[in-house]
């Protein structure tokens, strides 16, 4: 297993993990993933036997991004890395992988910022990312409705 920067060869893998992952993680198109493979701060894949199992776009709050839950992270904090989305292929879910990428993403920015930031869905529910980030040490720090309340999320961060 390796984990790496994406490259412009991994975005149908990342797009097909990603839309597997709907409605767990918001579902975007092709041009989404193109566009943020140039300007989010962390986009890195797990790799293994030359396959990309999973994926995770992170985003400073210096990013041009409209997302209402990294807006409402940059109104409320100075400095973070805010976790826009992390998926790993259901074939491949508990096998460490999700917990890699954050290691990953905890070592290459505890010199830019000292609190990751992100959301979990819990409505519609998505229980199981919950536990994840409570026992990666993710504490709640608030509720935020979206999509014109059709969607809300648990708003979490966790220092580093």
């Given at each position: 297993m390796i984990i790496r920067n994406a490259t412009?060869?991994?975005?149908?893998?990342?797009?097909?993990?990603?839309?597997?992952?709907?409605?767990?993680?918001?579902?975007?198109?092709?041009?989404?993933?193109?566009?943020?493979?140039?300007?989010?701060?962390?986009?890195?894949?797990?790799?293994?036997?030359?396959?990309?199992?999973?994926?995770?776009?992170?985003?400073?709050?210096?990013?041009?991004y409209k997302s209402e839950n990294f807006l409402?992270?940059?109104?409320?904090y100075d400095s973070f890395i805010y976790v826009d989305r992390i998926?790993?292929?259901?074939?491949?879910?508990?096998?460490g992988y999700g917990r890699f990428l954050y290691d990953d993403l905890t070592k290459s920015t505890k010199h830019t910022t000292n609190l990751i930031t992100c959301e979990v869905n819990i409505n519609p529910p998505n229980p199981e990312s919950l536990a994840f980030h409570k026992k990666l040490g993710f504490k709640k720090v608030g509720n935020l409705e979206t999509k014109n309340a059709t969607v809300t999320v648990c708003l979490l961060e966790k220092s580093i």
């Open positions: 412009a060869n991994d975005l149908t893998a990342i797009y097909t993990i990603n839309q597997d992952n709907v409605p767990h993680v918001g579902q975007v198109d092709m041009d989404w993933f193109k566009k943020y493979l140039e300007l989010a701060h962390h986009f890195r894949v797990v790799e293994v036997d030359q396959k990309v199992f999973g994926f995770m776009v992170a985003m400073l709050p210096t990013t041009d409402w992270f940059k109104k409320n998926a790993i292929s259901k074939k491949h879910i508990g096998k």
